[in-house]
């Protein structure tokens, strides 16, 4: 069964204290790891797609990465207005919907 | 990316009644996708709806009690029957795939159930 764990739960950091998300997954054929960012009483915004091994994006303060069996989502240098729940996603095996993590909670205080 | 304009965006029911959710798109899709969010959980399929076709659920949720119309490929309606409070939640609608837009969620209905 395909499974997506994310940790650790809750991050709290400093502004400027940088840090990483973990997300790891247990998929029979990566067809793509998605990123969202997830505001109180609001839907998922996307982030990143990631494809294979070895590929890096970024976007401002956030540079997600991919190896066979993990993503990491880096936070460099946060501020405050970078709290949010961050979620990440694989495709079901119908290729179609996705399988979300619990997600993490990152709280970045002044 | 597509906008989705979801509504209503909270509402509180006493339990046994029923409550539609809406899904409006301004683009026209193949797949639209239904998501529940539980207190404190991330966010789980409920079904996938295609225009002029049956929806196809998910395991543990079945079509009576979250029946789901898709009379066109820029609406849908999902409709939580019989509610109790355990069906309190977020429900998100989703459109989208693979490609530099992934997929572009609604902003979600709260609902409390009382």
């Known amino acids: 069964e395909d499974q997506v764990t994310q940790s650790p739960e809750a991050l709290r950091l400093q502004e400027g204290e940088s840090s990483s998300l973990n997300c790891s997954y247990t998929?029979?054929?990566?067809?793509?790891l998605f990123w969202y960012r997830q505001d109180p009483g609001k839907g998922p915004e996307f982030l990143f797609t990631?494809?294979?091994a070895g590929e890096e994006k970024e976007k401002e303060r956030l540079k997600a990465t991919l190896t066979k069996k993990e993503s990491f989502l880096h936070i460099t240098a946060p501020k405050p207005e970078d709290s949010a729940t961050y979620l990440c996603?694989?495709?079901?095996?119908?290729?179609?919907?996705?399988?979300f993590g619990k997600g993490t909670t990152l709280s970045v205080s002044s | 990316s597509a906008v989705i304009s979801q509504k209503p965006s909270r509402d509180i029911c006493q339990r046994g009644t029923s409550l539609t959710i809406q899904c409006q798109v301004d683009?026209?899709?193949?797949?639209m996708f239904w998501y529940r969010q539980q207190p404190g959980q991330s966010l789980t399929l409920i079904a996938t709806?295609?225009?002029?076709?049956?929806?196809?659920?998910e395991s543990g949720f079945v079509i009576d009690k979250f029946p789901i119309s898709r009379p066109n490929l820029t609406f849908s309606t999902l409709t939580v029957s019989n509610m109790s409070p355990e069906d309190s939640s977020i429900y998100l609608c989703?459109?989208?795939?693979?490609?530099?837009?992934?997929?572009?969620f609604g902003s979600g209905t709260r609902l409390t159930v009382v």
């Open positions: 683009s026209q899709v193949t797949m």
């Open positions: 989703s459109v989208g795939g693979y490609g530099g837009g992934g997929y572009t």
């Open positions: 709806a295609n225009q002029g076709s049956e929806a196809t659920y």
């Open positions: 990631l494809y294979s």
């Open positions: 998929v029979s054929g990566l067809r793509g």
């Open positions: 996603a694989v495709p079901t095996q119908a290729g179609t919907a996705l399988i």
